[in-house]
């Protein structure tokens, strides 16, 4: 099974101000067709869970462009350039190479 | 509209057995893996079981294996999950969602199953 792990688990950031989440995944996610298959996704208060960025890098539709991400094989990182109070949830990292698929703890991201 | 609707949830006693349904809109089963995953109470995200696009391979976690089955009928589109033997490590809010590049792009609002006497 591959194990993902994040840091922090607890975010609170200022309005405005950058944040960064960290996802490690204790085997490559590195597809043979050179895709990272790592999804990163929020879930907002009371909400499902929604994707944020696809592939590694690659934001999902609608998703703002102060997001982004990088990272390939087993280091990943999420990036907020400028935190807006609706960006309050829970954040997640999501392995789809291997079943199980696995996720990471979760990184709650709240307003300072 | 891609939508995914889940029902069936329930309180049931340890060891009894449920039958989770959810019914999607705006795409067809045929052309997506499917996945019910679950969130027990204050904890994180749970992969529990895909079914890929043909229907003919199924996957599951561990806890899941010999107890739960993952289904779908196509001309119903809908996705099935029965649990069996259930115990209290089950409670918690099932979701089923749709597959997509690695993902799981679309989720249903979620269904609540309580294991408890």
């Known amino acids: 099974e591959i194990v993902m792990t994040q840091s922090p688990l607890s975010l609170p950031v200022i309005p405005g101000e950058p944040a960064s989440i960290s996802c490690r995944s204790s085997?490559?996610?590195?597809?043979?067709?050179?895709?990272?298959?790592l999804t990163w996704y929020v879930q907002k208060p009371g909400q499902s869970p929604q994707v944020l960025i696809y592939l590694g890098s690659n934001r999902a539709p609608g998703v703002p462009d102060r997001f982004s991400a990088s990272g390939s094989g087993t280091d990943f990182t999420l990036k907020i350039s400028r935190v807006e109070a609706e960006d309050v949830g829970i954040y997640y990292c999501?392995?789809?190479?291997?079943?199980?698929?696995?996720f990471g703890q979760g990184t709650r991201l709240e307003i300072k | 509209e891609v939508q995914l609707v889940e029902s069936g949830g329930a309180l049931v006693q340890p060891g009894g057995s449920l039958s989770l349904a959810c019914e999607v809109f705006?795409?067809?089963?045929?052309?997506?893996?499917m996945g019910w995953l679950r969130q027990a109470p204050g904890k994180g995200l749970e992969w529990v079981a895909s079914i890929s696009p043909d229907g003919g391979d199924k996957y599951y976690v561990g806890s899941a294996k010999g107890r739960f089955t993952i289904s779908r009928d196509t001309a119903k589109n809908s996705l099935y999950l029965r649990l069996n033997s259930l115990n209290a490590d089950d409670t918690g809010i099932y979701y089923c969602?749709?597959?997509?590049?690695?993902?799981?792009?679309?989720w249903g609002q979620g269904t609540r199953v309580i294991v408890s006497s």
């Open positions: 085997q490559s996610l590195l597809h043979s067709d050179g895709t990272n298959c």
């Open positions: 969602a749709r597959g997509y590049l690695c993902a799981f792009d679309h």
């Open positions: 705006g795409f067809t089963l045929r052309n997506h893996y």
């Open positions: 999501m392995q789809a190479l291997q079943t199980p698929n696995t």
